[in-house]
């Protein structure tokens, strides 16, 4: 099959890391008789030197043009001083708006090889950890309506408020469906339906896009219970759906038990196949061009576009399937290293990737 992929290196780590994703995409063309024809633009910083702005129009275009967007990472200090929506994290927020992606997909895996890294007991994390939080991206409080009052007698006041439509949840929550249906098929929706209205109706709506999905089962949890959970018993969690302000705390939440920066990737979806794909860490200037950055959250980004945008299964699998074994060899870049490990720069860890495809 043939796809057509934007490439969006970006600022410092980011050309690095994406130059390894590449490397193993086109070992995966080679061996599943695929077509991967990679565009580049310019995005972040480096768009802002060469055009003036983050998100040159031409990279939109590119972007919507493509099957898919494959993104590195943004920032620096060169351009810290510049006014936010001049600033390289600005490109960020419009891409995302400019192809409307409203799931953002962020998987908290705890790999055998790696227990050590995360801060839970071992008696906690037993043989591992895979959980996908899908949050959704586009509603909710950090959207909705907002401002500063005066309200008489209790002086000066401020207000944000929390709202969601049933299409938004709907769209959302079809999505976490059909994800877990190529999982272990638990979804777990997170909400406050003992205070907010709107998770009342969120509650309503995921009860009722269920019933489309009959194999899977579904449970409801409060999101302070949900935090609690998740470092006290997270085996029992496969995807958890949940708004934009609970997804963006437990997304976090559920990354850093899983103890490594540079093993996180991301995915942020439309309608339809469209997705973009990223690595979660930044653009990690105090070692960028040295050849110390970890490839694998943006190796395992791109097996998220094989397996959610281009329907490619087996192919997503085999990327992931390699990683692990490259890790089970006991290969680490620094920033995961530990006693009795052969730590490898960024370029031997993709080809390492490589070998194993
Ligand atoms: P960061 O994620 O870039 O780095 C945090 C720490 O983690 C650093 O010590 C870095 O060396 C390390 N690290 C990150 N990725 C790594 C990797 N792949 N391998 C090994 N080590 C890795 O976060 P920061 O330092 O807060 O931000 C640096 C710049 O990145 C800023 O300009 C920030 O705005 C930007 N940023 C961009 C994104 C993005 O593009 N999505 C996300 C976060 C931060």
Redesign the pocket.
């Known amino acids: 099959m043939r796809f057509d992929i934007a490439v969006l290196p970006?600022?410092?780590?980011?050309p690095e890391?994406m130059e390894q994703a590449l490397k193993i995409l086109d070992a995966i063309a080679l061996k599943y008789g695929h077509e991967f024809n990679t565009k580049e633009a310019l995005i972040?910083?480096c768009a802002i030197d060469a055009y003036g702005e983050p998100l040159p129009q031409d990279t939109l275009e590119l972007c919507k043009k493509c099957d898919a967007v494959m993104?590195?990472?943004?920032?620096?200090?060169k351009?810290?001083t510049l006014p936010g929506d001049k600033?390289?994290?600005a490109g960020?927020l419009g891409i995302r708006a400019g192809l409307g992606l409203f799931a953002n997909l962020r998987p908290a895996v705890i790999y055998n090889a790696l227990k050590d890294a995360s801060p839970l007991k071992d008696d906690i994390v037993k043989d591992g950890i895979d959980i996908m939080v899908v949050r959704e991206l586009t509603g909710g409080i950090y959207f909705g309506k907002r401002g500063r009052t005066d309200a008489g007698e209790i002086g000066e006041a401020a207000f944000d408020t929390e709202m969601y439509s049933v299409y938004e949840v709907e769209r959302i929550a079809r999505k976490a469906f059909e994800i877990a249906m190529s999982r272990r098929k638990i979804v777990t929706s997170v909400d406050k339906a003992n205070v907010l209205e709107s998770s009342r109706l969120w509650r309503e709506v995921v009860t009722r896009v269920s019933k489309e999905y009959p194999e899977v089962k579904l449970n409801h949890m409060y999101v302070d219970n949900a935090s609690m959970q998740l470092v006290r018993r997270p085996e029992q969690f496969d995807v958890i759906v949940t708004t934009n302000m609970f997804g963006d705390i437990l997304s976090d939440e559920a990354s850093m038990i899983t103890g490594s920066?540079?093993m996180l990737p991301s995915a942020s979806l439309g309608e339809g196949n469209m997705g973009l794909y990223?690595?979660?860490?930044?653009?990690?200037?105090?070692?960028a061009g040295s050849n110390?950055?970890?490839?694998?959250?943006?190796i395992l980004s791109a097996a998220m576009m094989l397996r959610y945008s281009f329907g490619l299964e087996e192919e997503a699998k085999a990327v992931e399937d390699a990683v692990t074994k490259v890790l089970d060899k006991g290969y680490r870049?620094?920033?995961i290293a530990s006693e009795g490990t052969t730590v490898v720069g960024?370029s031997e860890m993709g080809q390492l990737v490589r070998d194993e495809i």
Do not use: C, M
Not at 10 to 14: A, E, R, S
Not at 71 to 77: I, N, R, S
Not at 292 to 298: E, F
């Open positions: 970006g600022d410092g780590i980011g890391v972040g910083g993104l590195g990472a943004v920032g620096g200090e351009w810290d600033r390289p994290e960020l920066i540079g990223e690595p979660v860490h930044g653009s990690a200037p105090d070692i110390k950055a970890n490839p694998l959250a943006t870049t620094v920033d960024t």
